[in-house]
């Protein structure tokens, strides 16, 4: 084995140019395999994303701007980790893994209102969707005295993008109330705030402007008087963590969720091995429109099995016995609602595709 000296001796010769080609080329390997396993007896680093800015920064800055690319919309579903105390954690609603739809906008000034009410629309949106009639949008300004210390020290800029958040909210006539020193450090925000239907309040979704950031990672664009500019951000995160809107969705609803929207959206029981067939074509039928539909049959009675389904919260049971099979119907029975009838398969599956697609209630 050669020994750390004579090692050194033929660097020295390679690097003066006076060892034989052959050396000098069995060293150049034999270095690049003493770097590899050095490497392979040092301990990996790995290091956890808290968030997405950052990165989303930098993806701005890897190429020059110009304000013909503004706004620059980036949006990334991705996870978080944030170690949060033991104490702090509670079900999904704080968790240490999180996924976000996360995204970050960047914009001129001129920009700025049309971008921030767009984002405020898409919450609106939302919320007719899951039927969340109670919210309120949270509008968070600094504090004066926290300049320098828990707010950027730039109040110029504090007053400009508060009076032009405070004038978007204004012309949109959203319901909205106005706290002072709560705001992030690096400018004004709205937290979105909703109330499930047992009267809970939980923050769903934040809306915040960043007028300071961008500037210390030294983001530019081009502007059309050809000098350099700082873009606006505008942070947004319309359902929060996934985890904490599951969570809050789980309580709004009390776990009976409509049927666009729930897991187990339909069980299909057939009551003897006969039916299985038919049963089983019904559940096909369905998985094909991209319907949550399962199957079940077992040695138990029909009515066990119709109390597991409705344990399980599943929306639709459709339980099909030798009469339904020979007239092509099925036994309904909706969760919450009891029997319905019997219907013509055609009608319950046409009437299940429409009620996911309509997203009804």
């Given at each position: 084995m050669m020994k750390t000296e004579e090692f050194e001796l033929i660097e020295q010769a390679v690097k003066a140019s006076t060892a034989p080609a052959e050396i000098a080329a069995a060293f150049s390997e034999l270095s690049a395999l003493r770097e590899q396993l050095k490497r392979f007896g040092e301990p990996e680093s790995y290091y956890l994303k808290a968030m997405n800015c950052p990165h989303h920064h930098r993806i701005f800055a890897a190429e020059p701007r110009s304000y013909r690319d503004l706004p620059l919309r980036l949006a990334e579903y991705g996870t978080c980790y944030r170690y949060e105390q033991s104490g702090e954690l509670f079900g999904l609603m704080r968790v240490r893994s999180l996924n976000m739809n996360d995204a970050h906008i960047y914009c001129t000034e001129d920009q700025f209102a049309d971008e921030?009410?767009?984002?405020?629309?898409?919450?609106?949106?939302?919320?007719?969707?899951?039927?969340?009639?109670?919210?309120?949008?949270?509008?968070?300004?600094?504090?004066?005295?926290?300049?320098?210390?828990?707010?950027?020290?730039?109040?110029?800029?504090?007053?400009?993008?508060?009076?032009?958040v405070r004038k978007v909210l204004i012309e949109s006539g959203i319901n909205y109330v106005e706290v002072a020193n709560e705001a992030a450090f690096y400018g004004p925000k709205i937290d979105v705030q909703v109330w499930s239907a047992i009267g809970r309040e939980f923050t769903i979704a934040t809306n915040q402007v960043d007028f300071a950031v961008p500037a210390k990672?030294?983001?530019?664009?081009?502007?059309?008087?050809?000098?350099?500019?700082?873009?606006?951000?505008?942070?947004?995160?319309?359902?929060?963590?996934?985890?904490?809107f599951i969570g809050f969705l789980i309580e709004h609803y009390a776990g009976n969720f409509p049927l666009w929207l729930a897991p187990d959206q339909v069980r299909v029981l057939p009551v003897t091995e006969a039916q299985i067939?038919?049963?089983?074509?019904i559940v096909n039928e369905l998985r094909a429109e991209q319907v949550r539909a399962e199957f079940e049959f077992s040695n138990d009675k029909l009515m066990g099995r119709i109390q597991r389904a409705e344990e399980a919260r599943v929306h639709h049971i459709l339980v099909v016995g030798q009469r339904e099979q020979e007239a092509k119907a099925v036994a309904l029975r909706i969760h919450g609602q009891g029997q319905q009838g019997v219907k013509p398969r055609a009608e319950v599956v046409a009437d299940i595709l429409a009620a996911i697609r309509e997203r009804r209630s």
């Open positions: 921030f009410r767009a984002v405020n629309d898409m919450y609106l949106k939302y919320f007719k969707i899951f039927g969340l009639e109670k919210y309120q949008m949270r509008f968070s300004t600094h504090a004066a005295e926290g300049l320098g210390k828990k707010y950027v020290n730039e109040p110029e800029l504090w007053k400009k993008t508060e009076d032009m990672f030294g983001l530019v664009y081009r502007d059309k008087d050809n000098t350099d500019k700082t873009p606006l951000c505008i942070h947004r995160a319309p359902l929060g963590t996934h985890e904490r067939d038919y049963a089983k074509g």
